[in-house]
């Protein structure tokens, strides 16, 4: 027996929470899936007009926010039977990534980033390119699952010439579950909180927001609530939001958080 017993650990993540859940239990912990978001990618047909226009017309900067979403965008450049037209424009570029899934899939073929971020975060990442010139230049922008307005609007100001691709959708298969989330870390109603990605993140505080709810959500996750993150990138989008007491492992796996929050508890 574990140090989870009596510890009731919301799952937030639809993929592999069955393993995830087997894992509380061998530490003698309550899993309670509540799983807030699903990751739909975009076929290659959708992405095709925009990876022609980068590979016909180049780009000075191509800029990677996440591994999952470099991966789509090089496989649906291979089915197009444009990859290598692609790998070599971005050979050509100066590269920024967010993430060590980005960069290790950046290093799958050949391109080592100009600039990166040290702690998972678009802050982080910002911090990186801050010191390179913008101006006029075009940026194609991997965005992961949604609009990130902070992005979009720093290189506008200044003076990028911006193309965003989104290779994957962040979509909420529940609405309703979410709602019950908040309401049971509000309520204290959980122990902890395991986030398998930081979309999942966004969509629970954006929730908060709509309803006024954020500091509440911050305090319970500050006094009560403990916030576990599967790695860095996710771990960093709870502290953009103000989270500041979080478990996230050394090891960015799944059953390596279990094994924090264990030894958290302990």
Known sequence: MGNLHGKRIAITGSRKSEEISTLIRKKGGEPVIRAIQETIKCSPSDLEADLRSIVEKGTDWAVFTTGIGTNALLEAA????????????LKEAKIAARGYKTKAALKQIGIQPDAADDDGTNDGLLRAIEGFSFKDKHVFLQLHGEPV???????????????????????VPNPETVEQLLDEIIENKLNAVAFTAAPQVRVLFKLAEKKGATSDLIEAFQQNVLAAAVG???????????????????????????VALDEYFQ
Request: proline content about 5%.
């Open 78 to 89: 291979e089915k197009i039977g444009i990859l290598d037209s692609l790998i070599n424009v």
């Open 232 to 258: 860095k990138v996710t771990a960093g989008e709870l502290k953009e939001y103000g989270v500041q007491r979080i478990v996230a492992p050394e090891l960015e796996r799944m059953g390596a958080m279990i």
């Open 149 to 171: 307005p902070k992005l979009s609007e720093w290189f506008e100001k200044h003076g990028a010439i911006l193309h965003e691709i989104l290779p994957y959708r962040s979509i």
